[in-house]
């Protein structure tokens, strides 16, 4: 390079041609625009600041204002202005306040979104104050978030591309992997492979753009919302429980004599739901969960029932058998039965209690129409104020049919005990859907009840009776009706007996067909004869707790209410805050890599002169000012088409550092 070339001294005032471009044909040459001198005259340019020349003047003369049009140079072209900064101050936009204001923009949204999460966590959605709802405001919040929080790294990335190739000399393709980077993720995956830690600086800020692919699929995430059930103020469930008993289908006159009956047309519906009951279709308990609840609960409960002890007693059993009439004839009558009471002594008929079966050998009959009794049951009287027991003797199988067998053989004998009892009830409510009417009983115990002398209840009337518990807790009344009519009407109604019929030598098991109701033929067949007597057992506690009119039905005219709650199914906000860990991480590194990059652009100096970094971010225009020293004309001349992709490629051998020259420009210098 020429001696002239480089010299700093102010070209001529008056150009003999255009201004020099910032490259001349010798690169390396320090040539920059010629600057023309402000004429002098009425006309000339002066700085902003520059003050009046008119302090001179004498009175009464014209005072000429400096004019603010620059005067063309000899090309027709005007000079750049110089800059009008006082000195030690600068303009208020060229330094962090952008970034700053985004940082604080940033934070903003993200508090806001925590303090909604806060606000919404575990509560339902209704309580929502606001028109729109929590997912949108925290999806714009995200938005407007994340768009800041980019703002922040794109800016940090633009002004590290400087310092990248100032502290270093490095491909001048660096420059464009920079400046990709702040433009979009795919810029910034870029970076991570090309540049990987040659900036950690960098390469944390384009992991951060990377990353924030997934800012607003992790945001929306955060909130869920779930079906719960929430309690219903304006609503009460009920349930109906008896406290005391007075039948419907064997009424009392409240002030007449207990064995005055009286007649009602609610006996043929007491009738027909206990047989229902014996065929399974037992009657629910009568409550109102109202709409709009989906569920109701009670709390614990007790009320008046009946239960049932069911045993199988064949053990100990004897039996006498006699042949009336030949041997294919037997009648066996049973003794011994446990918890059977004979009556031997107490009737004039010593065997009329004894329960007597009636068989026929069906495996040789000699042809002739006969029958073998399969089962046999009635319900006694020795048992509580119910009677009972109920007795049973059932043969499974078929009867008598081995013809070289002498005797029928031996059937199993069951017998179920009724009483009085206090019901027990914890933890009942609704099965969802409500609308089927069906219940969860949770858990139900039973205590037998005991007769409490002289009870005379105003409501029931004179001939009422009374039962406790163990412990005297409590008092359930019934009228005598209540309780004599519900012990003859299952002493008759449970009284039954089936046989096994032959027709010419063929067998079967039937029942009268003329017979208005075949409960026998069901005691007969059942699998479980202990479901049979539980069933009977719970419809007659559900007609004793239902009351008239009710849809399930019921027997008891004198019924209680307890109270329950209701529930609705309302939408409940359920904060993920695991989801919020990226979004909020995010923001706090972003927010941290500008603290270090404004640090470090501040505090850097060159090691000629210790002049700061420039803060040129994204400027365009610093290109075109500052050139590249070094290179002569023919060495960055790119044949062919102009492409970004075929100049990239050129800069990636070309190696410089950005810094100043001895002149005191800045400039690319080849290294």
Not at 189 to 218: D, N, Q
Request: proline residues 7%.
């Amino acid at each position: 390079m020429s001696q002239q070339a480089t010299s700093a001294g102010p070209r001529p005032t008056t150009p003999t041609g255009p201004p020099l471009s910032p490259m001349s044909p010798v690169v390396g040459q320090n040539q920059f625009p010629v600057q023309t001198q402000p004429p002098q005259g009425p006309m000339a340019t002066y700085p902003s600041s520059q003050a009046s020349t008119a302090a001179n003047s004498t009175p009464g003369s014209i005072q000429q204002r400096p004019s603010t049009v620059s005067t063309p140079n000899q090309s027709g072209h005007h000079p750049p202005k110089a800059s009008t900064s006082a000195p030690g101050k600068e303009p208020l936009d060229w330094w962090w306040w952008w970034e700053l204001g985004a940082a604080v923009v940033s934070l903003t949204c993200v508090s806001l979104i925590v303090a909604i999460l806060v606000r919404v966590r575990d509560k339902p959605l209704s309580s929502w104050p606001l028109s729109i709802q929590p997912n949108s405001a925290i999806s714009i919040l995200t938005t407007l978030g994340k768009a800041a929080m980019m703002v922040i790294v794109a800016s940090c990335l633009d002004q590290l591309k400087w310092r990248h190739i100032q502290l270093k000399a490095r491909p001048l393709q660096h420059i464009q992997i920079f400046d990709d980077a702040s433009r979009g993720p795919w810029g910034s995956l870029v970076m991570l492979t090309r540049v990987k830690m040659g900036s950690v600086l960098g390469w944390a800020l384009a992991l951060i753009t990377v990353a924030a692919l997934a800012f607003e699929p992790s945001a929306q995430n955060i909130l869920d919302f779930q079906l719960q059930n929430v309690e219903l103020t304006n609503v009460t469930a009920e349930m109906s429980i008896a406290r005391q008993y007075f039948s419907k289908a064997f009424p009392q006159d409240p002030h007449g004599n207990y064995l005055d009956r009286m007649i009602t047309p609610d006996l043929p519906h007491f009738q027909g739901a206990m047989l229902n009951g014996l065929t399974g279709q037992v009657p629910r308990p009568n409550f109102d969960c109202p709409s709009p609840a989906v569920n109701c609960t009670w709390p614990t409960f007790k009320s008046l029932g009946i239960c049932v002890t069911f045993r199988n007693v064949t053990e100990g059993v004897t039996r006498n058998c006699t042949d009336p009439d030949n041997d294919f004839r037997q009648n066996c009558r049973y003794l011994n039965i446990s918890g059977w009471e004979e009556w031997d002594t107490q009737t004039s008929d010593p065997d009329e209690y004894r329960p007597t079966l009636n068989y026929t050998n069906l495996g040789d009959s000699s042809g002739f129409a006969t029958e073998s009794q399969t089962l046999w049951a009635d319900y006694g009287r020795s048992g509580g104020r119910l009677g009972g027991p109920w007795l049973i003797i059932r043969h499974s199988s078929s009867a008598w049919t081995d013809r070289w067998y002498p005797t029928p053989p031996w059937p199993e004998i069951f017998t179920a005990n009724y009483d009085w009892c206090e019901y027990t009830y914890t933890g009942v409510g609704t099965a969802e859907p409500v609308s089927r009417g069906r219940l969860t009983n949770g858990t139900v115990t039973s205590e037998p009840l005991f007769y409490r002398e002289g009870a005379n209840d105003t409501i029931l009337g004179d001939y009422a009776v009374g039962y406790k518990p163990a412990d005297n807790s409590s008092t359930y009344n019934l009228t005598l009706t209540s309780e004599m009519g519900l012990s003859e009407y299952l002493t008759s109604a449970l009284k039954m007996q089936a046989f096994d019929y032959q027709t010419s030598k063929s067998t079967s098991v039937g029942a009268p067909l003329d017979a208005a109701m075949n409960r026998d033929y069901l005691v007969k067949t059942a699998p479980d004869l202990e479901l049979i007597a539980n069933n009977l057992a719970n419809t007659l506690t559900n007609l004793i707790r239902n009351s008239n009119g009710t849809e399930a039905g019921g027997d008891n005219a004198q019924t209680t209410t307890v109270r329950g709650t209701a529930f609705g199914r309302e939408q409940f906000v359920i904060v993920r805050w695991q989801w919020l860990i990226l979004p909020a991480l995010e923001t706090v590194l972003a927010l941290g890599l500008l603290v270090i990059s404004m640090i470090i652009t501040r505090t850097s100096a060159m090691a000629s002169g210790g002049m700061e970094q420039p803060l040129l971010k994204n400027s365009a225009v610093a290109y075109l000012l500052y050139p590249l020293s070094g290179w002569t004309e023919d060495e960055i001349k790119v044949g062919g088409r102009q492409t970004a992709s075929k100049l990239e490629d050129f800069a990636k051998g070309m190696t410089a550092q950005f810094g100043v020259d001895g002149d005191g420009k800045w400039r690319f210098r080849r290294a």
